[in-house]
């Protein structure tokens, strides 16, 4: 199995900082795709950002030029650096994966909550 466990939410007022990780443990041998999936309330759960094993990063037109996503392959762990924030971000925030080895299958974590104050 494999476990993934956010961390870094909160409250904060709009313009400022917030900072996710996600620690993953567990069978994390062929780990292609991670990334960041967030939910408001009374929406559809929806795509932030995703990072490739190489590299390559892909982004929500919303949070372009104010999220960042990186990850550590050695530590098994990716991280959202979010700026700017404005009250549209506040939504539960899911850290997500897929392996090569399971490709149908999605790995989610259980959610941490990130509250924009206007």
């Known amino acids: 199995q494999v476990q993934l466990v956010e961390s870094g939410g909160g409250l904060v007022p709009t313009g400022e900082s917030l900072r996710l990780s996600c620690a993953v443990s567990g069978r994390t041998f062929a780990i292609s795709v991670m990334g960041w999936y967030r939910q408001a309330p009374g929406k559809q759960r929806e795509l932030v950002a995703t990072?490739?094993?190489?590299?390559?990063?892909k982004y929500a037109d919303s949070v372009k030029g104010r999220f960042t996503i990186s990850r550590d392959n050695a530590k098994t762990t990716v991280t959202l650096q979010m700026d700017s924030l404005k009250p549209e971000d506040t939504a539960v925030y899911y850290c997500?994966?897929?392996?090569?080895?399971?490709?149908?299958?999605?790995?989610w974590g259980q959610g941490t909550q990130v509250t924009v104050s206007s």
């Open positions: 997500y994966l897929k392996r090569s080895i399971d490709w149908n299958k999605d790995y």
């Open positions: 990072i490739s094993s190489g590299g390559t990063t």
